[in-house]
T-cell receptor
Framework: RKEVEQDPGPFNVPEGATVAFNCTYS??????FFWYRQDCRKEPKLLMS???SGNEDGRFTAQLNRASQYISLLIRDSKLSDSATYLC????????????FGSGTRLLVRP | EPEVTQTPSHQVTQMGQEVILRCVPI?????FYWYRQILGQKVEFLVS????????KSEIFDDQFSVERPDGSNFTLKIRSTKLEDSAMYFC???????????FGQGTRLTVV
């Protein structure tokens, strides 16, 4: 089983749509969780951390289900500028400093 | 806003040559990383560095790779004898202590010919 698994997409949605991405992780000892976005040929940029209680940042909502080892990202009112690849990232735990990346889910927002 | 900076942005080298990729992490960050991304593939962990030593490395990070923090600001990745398959985008990243995300530099595109 892959350490961090995501649906590759692409998700092709109209402007204004709501879209949800899912991610699962294999290591139950994982401690910290993040969503990054990556534009074509650019560096990954931190979008938001994911907390156990769920958290929201404007149009973006992240959820964590530790029992199911599942993370989600919801984007409301999609903008053209949201078109990018969304990366689910997991820190393995206190004794491991590395961040493990999923392969990413590609989002295309059309006019 | 503080950022991670990497130089050069693009490096072309002949197979078998040594390359050094340079990074200046964010100044108060404590953990430093190198990642790579082969075109069209996922971001892969190479090595993490904390308290002036390697804390973890992946299987990719073999004897041909080394990292250094020669002074208080720079963080370098050296590839001793480059292979064609080393062609990739190399990202440096840094973060604070605790459950915080890492911030990435804009990357160095390495092309081995």
């Amino acid at each position: 089983r892959k350490e961090v698994e995501q649906d590759p997409g692409p998700f092709n949605v109209p402007e204004g749509a709501t879209v949800a991405f899912n991610c699962t992780y294999s290591n139950s000892a994982s401690q910290s969780f993040f969503w990054y976005r990556q534009d074509c040929r650019k560096e990954p940029k931190l979008l938001m951390s994911v907390y156990s209680s769920g958290n929201e940042d404007g149009r973006f909502t992240a959820q964590l289900n530790r029992a199911s080892q599942y993370i989600s990202l919801l984007i409301r009112d999609s903008k053209l500028s949201d078109s990018a690849t969304y990366l689910c990232v997991v820190n393995q735990g206190d004794s491991s400093y590395k961040l493990i990346f999923g392969s990413g889910t590609r989002l295309l927002v059309r006019p | 806003e503080p950022e991670v900076t990497q130089t050069p942005s693009h490096q072309v080298t002949q197979m078998g040559q040594e390359v050094i990729l340079r990074c200046v992490p964010i100044s108060n960050h404590l953990y430093f990383y190198w990642y790579r991304q082969i075109l069209g593939q996922k971001v892969e962990f190479l090595v993490s560095f904390y308290n002036n030593e390697i804390s973890e490395k992946s299987e990719i990070f073999d004897d041909q790779f080394s990292v250094e923090r020669p002074d208080g600001s720079n963080f370098t990745l050296k590839i001793r004898s480059t292979k064609l398959e080393d062609s990739a985008m190399y990202f440096c990243a840094s973060r604070l202590r605790g459950p915080t995300g890492a911030f990435f530099g804009q990357g160095t595109r390495l092309t081995v010919v």
